[in-house]
């Protein structure tokens, strides 16, 4: 009855099928037969042609995405509650060679065009001061909330007004699909997203998030970036073989409806609790000590998130019947 986190959770059977039928000969690196699919499949899913790489974590995916966007004294704008920002332990910084992050603010950590234009137009231009390169936004945010298609796009279309990247941080990324029942690509590339980090480990997957390149030039460099950052693994094709389990059938996204579900349940139950509208599969909830302290006890496990806050996450593995002692519970508080 654990709630921390969804990068907890089991790896799905299909992947490890696929992780087996993988154990074989290949060429090493992304050589690999697997590795060599990756480009058509996800252009297939996103309905253009994409670059797409494997990487082993969410950070190296933000921080060679952001590598890819902006020069060393450049600067990129984010929400201050960002993950790049609080829990990557300066990845994005260290990865860039030095590219600040300019933060933003907004409800549920979602930027807005009047917040990120605020920042923007507090920047002289000139030698002085770091010049903006690139956005980046989170879908879902770290709070749970989705990017619809069009507020990506209005964001979208201040980057291209001002000659800024668009990165998005899809560590969520199916539960923000999942959510807002578009296709992968209406909220992506179509809405002016350059780099999308797709994330798959929270998701069912085991050691395997994509990188994807809706501006296939900009995966050239990040080649290289990656080697040189150790995140080159000598077997690629176990990390390609698992990105390519998710895809087939369209596994990520039934993963992702079943722990949005698993969500929802939770948030009938929460009433007047909610801190945030539930839109992945995220739950944050009015909850104090004493009652935190009583859910504790019955064998339920979550994080404290801030004063009288805490947060509990739903995973793909769980079903309604192993969710529904907690609901019940949060109901009776």
Same mark, same amino acid.
């Given at each position: 009855?654990?709630?921390f986190s969804?990068?907890?959770?089991?790896?799905c059977?299909?992947?490890?099928?696929a992780?087996?039928?993988a154990?074989?000969?290949?060429?090493?690196y992304?050589?690999d037969?697997?590795?060599?699919?990756?480009?058509?499949?996800?252009?297939d899913?996103?309905?253009?042609?994409?670059?797409?790489?494997?990487?082993?974590?969410?950070t190296?995916a933000?921080?060679?995405?952001? *590598?890819?966007l902006?020069?060393?004294?450049?600067s990129?704008?984010?929400?201050?509650?960002?993950?790049?920002?609080?829990d990557?332990?300066g990845?994005p910084? /260290?990865?860039?060679?030095?590219?600040k992050?300019?933060l933003?603010?907004?409800?549920?950590?979602?930027l807005?065009?009047e917040?990120?234009?605020?920042?923007?137009?507090r920047?002289?231009s000139?030698?002085?001061?770091?010049?903006?390169h690139?956005?980046?936004i989170?879908n *879902?945010?770290?709070y749970?909330?989705?990017?619809?298609?069009?507020?990506?796009a209005?964001?979208?279309?201040?980057?291209?007004?001002?000659?800024?990247g668009?990165?998005?941080?899809?560590?969520?990324?199916?539960n923000?699909?999942?959510?807002?029942?578009?296709?992968?690509?209406?909220?992506?590339w179509r809405?002016?997203?350059?780099v999308?980090?797709?994330?798959?480990?929270?998701n069912?997957?085991?050691?395997?998030?994509a990188?994807? /390149? /809706?501006?296939?030039e900009l995966?050239d460099a990040?080649?290289?970036?990656r080697?040189r950052a150790?995140?080159l693994l000598?077997?690629?094709?176990?990390?390609?073989a698992?990105?390519l389990?998710m895809?087939e059938g369209?596994?990520?996204?039934?993963?992702a409806?079943? *722990?949005?579900?698993?969500?929802?349940?939770?948030?009938?139950?929460?009433?007047d609790?909610?801190?945030?509208?539930v839109?992945?599969?995220?739950i944050?909830?009015?909850?104090g000590?004493?009652?935190a302290a009583?859910?504790?006890?019955?064998g /339920?496990d979550f994080?404290d998130w801030a004063p009288?806050?805490?947060r509990?996450?739903?995973?793909?593995?769980?079903?309604?019947?192993?969710?529904?002692?907690?609901?019940e519970?949060?109901?009776?508080?």
């Open positions: 009855m654990r709630f969804d990068n907890a959770a089991p790896v059977s299909q992947v490890l099928d992780l087996s039928r154990n074989t000969l290949d060429t090493p992304d050589g037969r697997w590795s060599q699919q990756l480009d058509g499949a996800f252009s899913l996103f309905g253009t042609p994409v670059r797409a790489l494997w990487v082993p974590s969410g190296s933000n921080a060679l995405a952001l *590598a890819a902006c020069p060393p004294h450049g990129v704008v984010c929400h201050r509650d960002a993950h790049i920002q609080n990557e332990c990845a910084e /260290f990865y860039t060679h030095g590219a992050l300019a933003a603010e907004g409800p549920g950590a979602k807005t065009p917040s990120v234009t605020a920042v923007l137009d920047v002289q000139g030698v002085h001061w770091v010049q903006p690139a956005i980046s989170t *879902a945010t770290e749970g909330l989705a990017y619809a298609p069009e507020q990506v209005a964001i979208g279309d201040v980057a291209r007004a001002r000659g800024l668009l990165h998005m941080d899809g560590a969520r990324f199916a923000a699909v999942a959510h807002l029942g578009c296709t992968p690509g209406d909220v992506t809405a002016g997203v350059d999308l980090s797709f994330g798959f480990v929270k069912g997957g085991m050691s395997a998030e990188l994807i /390149f /809706f501006k296939p995966a990040t080649l290289y970036r080697k150790g995140l000598s077997k690629g094709r176990y990390l390609a698992q990105l389990a895809l369209d596994l990520w996204l039934a993963n409806r079943a *722990a949005n579900a698993g969500a929802r349940l939770l948030a009938a139950a929460a009433g609790r909610l801190v945030h509208p839109e992945a599969n995220e944050f909830l009015k909850v000590p004493d009652e009583s859910l504790r006890t019955l /339920f994080y009288g806050e805490v509990l996450v739903t995973s793909w593995d769980q079903s309604e019947d192993a969710i529904r002692p907690l609901a519970a949060i109901a009776r508080l």
